[in-house]
């Protein structure tokens, strides 16, 4: 079946530096990217939606400075917090399109000290 | 946009009964409903989906429900076991082949009681 790969798994940063979320599709074309973060015991909150070649289109009220997104190839997006700070710390995941289906990534735990 | 309630938010079933998770959804257009099955930690995993076109889809222990008219659709789950306990999000979608984004319930943490 479909795989997404993502790495890491988790991360340990220093406030104020930058972060880099790698999901690959590892057998398929992800002709789109979905970009979530998700709080301990909440819902999977949409940050960003991204597609081959073009710039991600962000939800209302995610800063796409602060978070940005990289879909250079059908196989490999990236997500980059930028100046990471405490409250950035939680779950990202990524969730790639590939015909009518979704595959998500296994995760990324951020934590920024 | 789409907006997705989902009821309960936890439910403890007793081992080898029925659970039953339920959701309702705001857009008349969505056409793909998804349930997901995430332990703790770990990814979403697909367990069942339901299309518009259809009112009831099964497999093994596991069935969905849609109801188009009243927008709602619920998950059933029988015989559950201890390996059935996780956090279950429903989900819904707009048609299409692009980008459209699925929308999730806000989760229901299942414990199945041994």
């Known amino acids: 079946g479909a795989v997404v790969s993502q790495h890491p798994s988790w991360v340990i940063c220093k406030s104020g530096t930058s972060v880099k979320i790698e999901c690959r599709s590892l057998?398929?074309?992800?002709?789109?990217m979905f970009w979530y973060r998700q709080f301990p015991k909440q819902s999977l909150m949409l940050m960003a939606t991204s597609n081959e070649g073009s710039k991600a289109t962000y939800e209302q009220g995610v800063e796409k400075d602060k978070f940005l997104i990289n879909h250079a190839s059908l196989t490999l997006s990236t997500l980059t917090v930028t100046s990471a700070h405490p409250e950035d710390s939680s779950f990202y995941i990524c969730s790639a399109r590939g015909g009518d289906g979704y595959t998500f990534g296994s995760g990324t735990r951020l934590t920024v000290v | 946009g789409e907006n997705v309630e989902q009821h309960p938010s936890t439910l403890s079933v007793q081992e080898g009964d029925s659970a039953v998770i339920k959701c309702t959804y705001s857009d008349s257009a969505s056409n793909y409903f998804p349930w997901y099955k995430q332990e703790l930690g770990k990814r979403p995993q697909l367990i069942i989906d339901?299309?518009?076109?259809?009112g009831e889809k099964k497999d093994q222990r596991i069935a969905v429900t849609l109801n188009k008219t009243a927008k709602h659709f619920s998950l059933h789950i029988t015989e559950t076991q201890p390996e059935d306990s996780a956090v279950y999000f429903c989900?819904?979608?707009?048609?299409?082949?692009?980008?459209?984004?699925?929308?999730f319930g806000t989760g229901t943490r299942l414990t199945i009681i041994p």
């Open positions: 989900a819904a979608r707009p048609p299409g082949f692009g980008n459209e984004k699925l929308t």
């Open positions: 057998d398929f074309q992800a002709t789109t």
């Open positions: 339901i299309r518009s076109n259809v």
